[in-house]
């Protein structure tokens, strides 16, 4: 399955052949300040084991979670997914995303995130999306409000990353 955002951006399932732009792009100091599960660094080997478990899983579920985010001419530029914490027949999911570096500041990810918002409303009949963002992730809270979300929260303490307290902001997108 293919989803079109614009004549030059598309998310496609995650597979086997994006390992080597994975393990480029998120091995970045940045990307994993901002995010709880991608370590750093990021190795090919990281690529793989995680691609690995996320198409067992989806072959499981019979659904697909996580998308590469394709820019047409540069191939894999970014990805974002449904967490499933509640379940596949939920009407609530949690978005997690991220974006190569040299696309930041291009609108790509706010076009990215309206299409695929869509997406889950229409065809995954979700209510509601919920994101949290590092309290110190600025850039990616706007992303959230240009794109219709809302903050409906601060989480202290939430997440502990490298033996350090951080807070949260919850965000919600509701149908």
Request: glycine residues 8%; contains cysteine; aromatic residues 10%.
């Amino acid at each position: 399955m293919k989803i079109t955002v614009n004549e030059d951006l598309r998310l496609v399932p995650i597979e086997q052949s994006h390992k080597e732009a994975l393990a480029h792009f998120l091995n970045d100091i940045d990307i994993y300040n901002n995010t709880l599960k991608i370590p750093y660094p990021y190795t090919l080997q990281n690529a793989e084991d995680w691609i690995e478990r996320v198409v067992k899983l989806e072959n499981i579920q019979g659904l697909t979670t996580n998308w590469a985010i394709i820019k047409n001419g540069e191939g894999l530029i970014g990805g974002l997914g449904l967490h499933q914490m509640h379940g596949p027949e939920s009407h609530k999911d949690e978005i997690g995303y991220w974006l190569a570096k040299p696309f930041w500041n291009q609108g790509v990810m706010t076009n990215v995130l309206t299409t695929f918002c869509d997406y889950c409303f229409e065809q995954r009949e979700l209510s509601r999306i919920e994101a949290g963002v590092f309290s110190h992730n600025e850039a990616s809270m706007r992303v959230l409000e240009k794109v219709g979300f809302e903050r409906e929260g601060y989480l202290k303490k939430c997440f502990i990353k490298k033996g350090r307290y951080i807070d949260s902001v919850l965000y919600a997108k509701v149908l």
